[in-house]
């Protein structure tokens, strides 16, 4: 068994289709299966069970899984030191960032950085924090731009952005020359929301119920421009950080604050616990920790 074929293992477990395994892999299917064939006779045991196009862990495939993960994190960080060695100024960090966090706030520290560091490849990938997260656990991606809170437990964190949400309405709205405006007074409203990928998702529910009502959702969306469209043309309310609110046209969107209570939006950049994390992966850790103080401090 070598590292190779643990990879394969993993990515059938995790995508449970050889199909599709064989496709994150840049290998052919029949040459995914063969090699799963082959190392299950080698181990004289069935890792997969196969009824028609489902694919299954047995109770020997979980078992493998279990530990290949753990070797090839292990594997991981061996190789990744070693390249640290000769490397620093080659190589790709792997970040994964909110859709409406990396148009508001990313391309600039990513320019200066590349200024900085021209031979250093950042691999960017956009979703919601709840996805995101799990991409750092299962490490393919070296940190990632989230909501707070996280489990501490798993990740290192350093906060970025502490901002809270306001309310956008359409300015014929009848709350929208109101100076503030509290949640419970929303009840009745039709809301455009974050997708269930976003963590805000599920805060501002937990938010609504907490006052007493549950919203009635007509649209999802993660993209911010896509929300404050929505509601421009008078298709419901939203929410969105203070940053955005502040590149919205008044003619067509108002803000609003928001209050009892009032919704954190506090952003962080976090990094798996108890892993190696290469030279260039912390320079950038450490560079967007600086860039983001000086930018507060600005602001202050």
Sequence with gaps: MDIRELQYVMELSRLRSFTKAAEALHITQPTLSKMIRNLEEELGLVLFSRIGKKIE??????????HAQTILDSFQSLTRELDDLTTFTKGTIRIGLPPMVGASFFPTVMS???????????????????????????????MAVVQMPVNDELFDSHVLIKENLRLIVH??????????????ELADESFVFFSKSFTLHDRIIEECNRVGFTPHVLYESSHWDF????????LGVAFLPE???????????????????AIPWHLAMIWRKNTYLSLAAREW????????????GREQ
Aim: net charge negative; proline share 5%; with cysteine.
């Design 171 to 184: 300015p014929t709205h009848p709350l929208a020359q109101r100076d503030a405006v509290t949640l419970a």
């Design 285 to 296: 850790i450490r560079f967007t920790q600086s860039l983001f103080g000086e930018m507060e």
């Design 112 to 142: 200066q950085f590349r200024a900085k560091y021209p031979g250093l490849d950042i691999h960017m990938v956009e979703e919601g924090s709840k996805k995101l997260e799990a991409e750092i656990e299962s490490g393919r991606l070296d």
């Design 57 to 66: 862990c047995t109770d020997a495939g979980r078992v493998v899984v279990a």
């Design 243 to 261: 940053t955005i609110c502040r590149s919205l046209q008044p003619n067509r969107v108002q803000s609003v604050t928001l209050v009892k209570p």
């Design 227 to 234: 929300i404050q469209e929505m509601v421009a043309v008078n």
